[in-house]
């Protein structure tokens, strides 16, 4: 099939690489003329694992093209995928110029009967404005060009995006068309080949489940950082409770780590977006709204236990940080915890060293630029030396088994404050180390 994705960002590069790898040919078209140019020079604009092979090997198979001419991608295309972001507005409710503005050169440019699949995730309700949009220009142009409009969520987790996306384990897809339904059916065929993953529904059913997911996962992550936090209170070990609770099949191992809390540039706006949407429609999302604010208060729990260590002026302080992305396996920084470790600490006059083997360029030239007093390292041990503490916030797999001896020559003091949602399996209290984790006094 011919796929224009619109929007070449974590989703739509995934989607349209992937969809290139099953022998589609695929334009990916995004508005950054400089994001464009790089990925025409085989330059990847994030990192996400086994991406740039694919990106590089369908590129050199023809099957995959990159442009900022939608004009021209979509002369041929027979479906146009909307992977544009969908921010976190001023209000708190997601933010849809982007998604219309494409809805509206959509209406502009297509050139025959196209399917129009709204892959970003929009509140309940937008496939109908983007087909008014689209709609409204087709009517400006006189054009009686037949179009439908989709609902095609997609569950992607970044740093697992390539696998989750060729081995899902659903399609959801809202359409009020078979035509619809049967073209998406077919492309996404090669992808239920061991069973069928394809569940059809109505399109505000789709765009509903989106968020009730996300809200769902976050939910659990809140649920247990609130059972963290009494564990500390009174004396229990979340990290048993974790594997008490986990063993009952009902609640199941996965999500129920507790942690710095749930970050990313899903969770945080997706279940802002819910509540916003469920107060325009009169109803109070009394247990999602907990949820934020759980989440909201967690992403200081590390800083609060260093400065009960070291006290609420950290001047003369030097922290020593693993991790910056919002989970391991991404670059990404986006809400990550340790934007706001970091900037509380800075605040309170402390410097720091930090590290991530993919998110330092993301912290320097966004989500930490300005901010003073921070060093970046090449290495997890260069942010050792001079720290009075090491700080752990990301999940990453070389973090699992540090060289100890190595940690206790560098730091000045043999202190590690762990806010991973994982627990080291090291007695370090027993080597000598203080060791503060989340949910253990
Ligand atoms: N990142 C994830 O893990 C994930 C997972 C599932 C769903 N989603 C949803 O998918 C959507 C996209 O998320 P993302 O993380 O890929 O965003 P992103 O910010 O990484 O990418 C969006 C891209 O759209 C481009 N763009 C904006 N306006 C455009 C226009 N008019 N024409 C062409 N391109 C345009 C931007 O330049 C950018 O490259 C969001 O709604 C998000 O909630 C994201």
Redesign the pocket.
């Known amino acids: 099939m011919n796929i224009t994705v619109?929007?070449?960002?974590?989703?739509?590069?995934?989607s349209g690489t992937c969809f290139a790898e099953m022998g589609n040919k695929v334009t990916c078209?995004?508005?950054?003329p400089i994001?464009i140019e790089k990925l025409n020079n085989g330059v990847l604009?994030?990192f996400e694992p086994g991406l740039e092979q694919m990106v590089l090997k369908n590129v050199k198979n023809k099957n995959l093209f990159f442009t900022?001419a939608?004009l021209e991608a979509l002369a041929d295309s027979e479906i146009a995928f909307i992977?544009?972001?969908?921010?976190m507005g001023a209000d708190g409710s997601?933010d849809l110029q982007?998604?219309l503005?494409?809805a509206k050169?959509i209406g502009q440019f297509m050139q025959k009967r196209l399917v129009v699949v709204d892959?970003?995730?929009?509140p309940i309700g937008t496939a109908d404005k983007v087909k008014a949009t689209i709609q409204k220009e087709l009517d400006i142009r006189k054009s009686n060009l037949k179009f439908n409009v989709v609902s095609n969520?997609?569950?992607?987790?970044?740093g697992a995006?390539i696998s989750d996306f060729m081995k899902p384990d659903r399609i959801v897809v809202g359409s009020d068309s078979n035509f619809s339904i049967e073209l998406m059916k077919q492309l996404y065929h090669p992808f239920c080949m061991s069973r069928d993953r394809f569940i059809s529904m109505d399109i505000r059913s789709a765009e509903m489940t989106?968020y009730a997911a996300n809200a769902m996962l976050a939910t659990k992550i809140s649920f247990m950082n609130e059972i963290a936090n009494i564990c500390e209170k009174v004396g229990a070990d979340a990290n048993q409770v974790r594997i008490g609770i986990g063993s009952d099949q009902r609640i199941g191992y996965s999500f129920i780590y507790p942690g710095a809390g749930y970050g990313?540039?899903?969770f945080p706006?997706?279940v802002k977006a819910l509540t916003k949407i469920a107060k325009e429609h009169g109803y109070e999302a009394q247990l999602i709204t907990a949820v934020e604010e759980v989440n909201d208060a967690q992403k200081l729990v590390i800083a609060q236990k260093i400065v009960k260590r070291f006290g609420e002026d950290l001047t003369g302080c030097t922290f020593g940080i693993w991790g910056l992305a919002f989970k391991p396996g991404?670059d990404?920084m986006?809400e990550a915890p340790a934007i706001y470790v970091i900037k509380e600490l800075v605040s309170r006059g402390a410097k720091i060293k930090a590290y991530d083997p993919k998110a330092v360029n993301e912290a320097k030239e966004h989500y930490l630029k300005g901010v003073q007093n921070i060093t970046y390292a090449d290495s997890k041990y260069d942010v050792l030396k001079d720290s009075d503490a090491l700080v752990l916030l990301t999940e990453w797999k070389e973090f699992r088994s540090p060289d100890f001896e190595e940690l206790k020559n560098q730091l000045k003091k043999s202190i590690i404050f762990d806010g991973r949602n994982q627990y080291s399996t090291f007695n370090l209290e027993e080597n000598g180390f203080e060791y503060y984790q989340i949910g253990k006094q």
């Open positions: 619109i929007g070449s960002g974590y989703v739509g590069l995934v078209v995004d508005i950054d994001k604009p994030i900022t939608l992977a544009v972001g969908t921010p997601a982007y998604v503005a494409v050169s892959k970003s995730t929009v969520p997609e569950f992607l987790k970044e995006a989106k990313g540039s899903c706006k997706d991404t990404d986006r």
